[in-house]
């Protein structure tokens, strides 16, 4: 085994069939090789020198590949796109595009001409380079001591397997194949299986409910759903597959069949445990992952697919109608996901590199699942959470690994950070080299606490602002090449132009604040919203004819660095000043009794909007009006006398998504007095938490 992960134990499994490299380099290499180089179209003898292969050292080193790569988009990423093995190579003039809606439509492509396959890349490549022994993922259960690892080889046969299996169902390329998973091995080999037959997945989160799974598959007309019984998350047992059952009957009803499920039994006793148990099956329809595959070939050829091929759907919520399928494609994601992982943390080969993030989101997508593989490193899948069975949680699995990047979200950190340093104390945190955080805007006292005692002073904090329509980072701090202010994402990566507007739609230049969009294509741009390019292209694209619209709203400062204020639909207009909500709610976190803050705007006769903020104290603080103002202070004085809330509600909790997002929709209803407007509140972690807000209203 690689010498980076020598505390595990060799992984137990299934004996391996084809466990030698011989028959990989036989059956899945040489002749890939041979006709890659071969089949380049104008190729020379000579491969181009790849670029981004080395770390960022320096700011200046930065800025000089920075210009190369606004200047010249379509050569800087054809020569970073060399690291990967393209069974042709792309075009000369690979990548065109429209971003401007008054000029035709809305189009993004790279790699033109060029065909690959993400799955060959993230896992044959790394067989046949003799590294198959080498830990791909390593498992950690809900419960400590339920663990497990599986190497590059092991992940690749079941695959294989898997790929085979739906063949057999008749799923081929451009099919879509739907996941309802937790958080098991099983659910990234089931996206790298899609992937390597050219079937587009769709993975939905294992905390939605049956109707939104449904909605989903009906939307993609997934066939084939890939599922398990169940899992734990501390101590509640999820019944995935009696929800997936109430799913596909909600889906016949409507019209739409879900031919073939394949359930993966997630329990220590196995298959016949799970039978046992009354999971619900339906003969003919359904089959039992482990013993189904085991009938499977552990070899499946691979289909090479053009770049512009549709890789995976991704389901997202925006301010308005149901959810979109945002759609990516193969080559460019493969690339952007790759590249920004290998830079953001600083990954090595064999490092063993821990992502927080659900599968179910973009985030376990491009940097538990692909990115992480595609740079050959361990990636670590834990189905628990982070305060089960203690708050030490995390730290003990980071001292177990040996982990060197880790990279969770904001939210979990206050709530960690909630519970006091005294669950630190036992841990040494001595492997990590890189911390990274995601979501949402770190308050800079959650940013403090990550960087001095959680990564002891020694590790940058990487803030990474991006959005599932981007695929990957955007606007980052690069490790060590240039220093960070806590709260500030930094400067935006390679091939990135971001661009701030007034609402008017004027750029601004310099120091400024104003609406975040995006000028040009990056290679992971989001190319559709699936089955309706039109909302694509209207919500997107129509906003500010010529430009990308994120939605969030952003300031520049005097040295370039972009600080995001929050979604502009967040943002509070009060008299006539615009704040963004995560000004406020830093200000407010900046005390020391604060454990989270969320603000909300409400209306106000005079000001138009009001500021409400809903305030967590850390545990064993006694609310009282003293510490009301300090906390009014603290925003009057980082903020101004305009941006004091006119509320301070003490809240028991924050309502949050299972994936530990604010519902600030629901906020500002309870800010508003519109309880009886709350909408669906069934994807809240805890949605009694509703019920406490009203209640303790002032
Ligand atoms: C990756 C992800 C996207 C929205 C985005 C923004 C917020 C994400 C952030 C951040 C401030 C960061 N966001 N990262 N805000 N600082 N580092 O979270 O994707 O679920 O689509 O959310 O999240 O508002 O627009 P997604």
Known sequence: LAPSVPKLAQPAGTPLVHSSLPCYRKSRSCSHL??????????????????????????????????????????????VAEQFHWEKKWDPDHHSFNFDVTKGPINVEWFKGGFTNICYNALDRHVMTGHGNQHCMLFEGNEP?????????QVLDEVCRLANWMKAQGIGKGDCVAIYMPMVMQLPIAMLACARIGAVHSVVFGGFSADALAGRMEDCKARVLLTCNGGMRATKKIELK??????????????????????????????????????????????????????????????????????????????TGKPKGVLHTTGGYMVYAATTTKHAFQLQPGDVFWCTADCGWITGHSYLAYGPLLNRAVSVVFEGVPTHPTPARSWEIIDKYQVKQFYTAPTALRSLMRSGDEWLSSTSRQSLQVLGTVGEPINP??????????????????????????????????????????????????????????????????????????????????????????????????????????????????????????????????????????????????????AEAAVAGYEHPVKGQGIYAFVVLKEGVVPNDQLKKEMWTNVRTTIGAFAAPDVIHWAPGLPKTRSGKIMRRVLRKIAGGQENELGDTSTLADPSIVRQLIETRN
Request: hydrophobic share 35%; glycine share 10%; proline share 7%.
């Open 445 to 594: 006292e959650a940013w403090h606490w990550f960087h001095d005692l959680v990564g002891n002073g020694r590790c940058p904090v990487v803030d990474t602002w991006w959005q599932t329509e981007t695929g990957g980072h955007m606007i980052l701090p690069l490790p060590r090449a240039w220093p960070a202010k806590p709260g500030s994402a930094t400067l935006p990566f390679f091939g990135v132009e971001p661009v701030i507007l007034d609402d008017k739609g004027v750029e601004l230049q310099g120091e400024c604040e104003g609406l975040l969009m995006m000028r040009r294509p990056w290679p992971s741009t989001l190319r559709s919203v699936y089955g309706d390019h039109k909302r694509y292209e209207e919500n997107y694209f129509g906003p500010y004819p010529g430009y990308y619209f994120t939605g969030d709203g952003a300031r520049r400062d005097k040295d370039g660095y972009y600080w995001i204020t929050g979604r502009v639909d967040d943002v509070i207009n009060v008299s006539g000043h615009r704040i963004g909500t995560a000004e406020v709610e830093s200000a407010i976190a900046a005390h020391h009794d604060c």
């Open 145 to 153: 001591g339920s663990d497990g690892a599986m190497t590059y080889t």
């Open 242 to 319: 009696q929800i997936a059952d109430q799913a596909i009957e909600m889906c016949a009803s409507r019209g739409h069949t879900v031919d073939s499920v394949l359930v993966f039994a997630n329990h220590k006793d196995g298959v016949a445990g799970a039978e046992a148990a009354g999971t619900p099956f339906t003969q003919g329809r359904d089959a039992w992952w482990q013993p189904t595959l085991a009938e499977f070939p552990a070899l499946c050829d691979v289909a090479w697919v053009p770049a512009e091929h549709p890789l995976f759907l991704l389901y997202t919520s925006g301010s």
């Open 34 to 79: 041979a006709s890659a180089s071969s089949t380049a179209p104008g190729s020379t003898t000579m491969k181009p020198q790849p670029l981004l292969t080395n770390f960022i050292q320096s700011k200046e080193e930065y800025d000089a590949l920075y210009a190369r790569s606004i200047a010249d988009p379509a050569s800087f990423w054809g020569d």
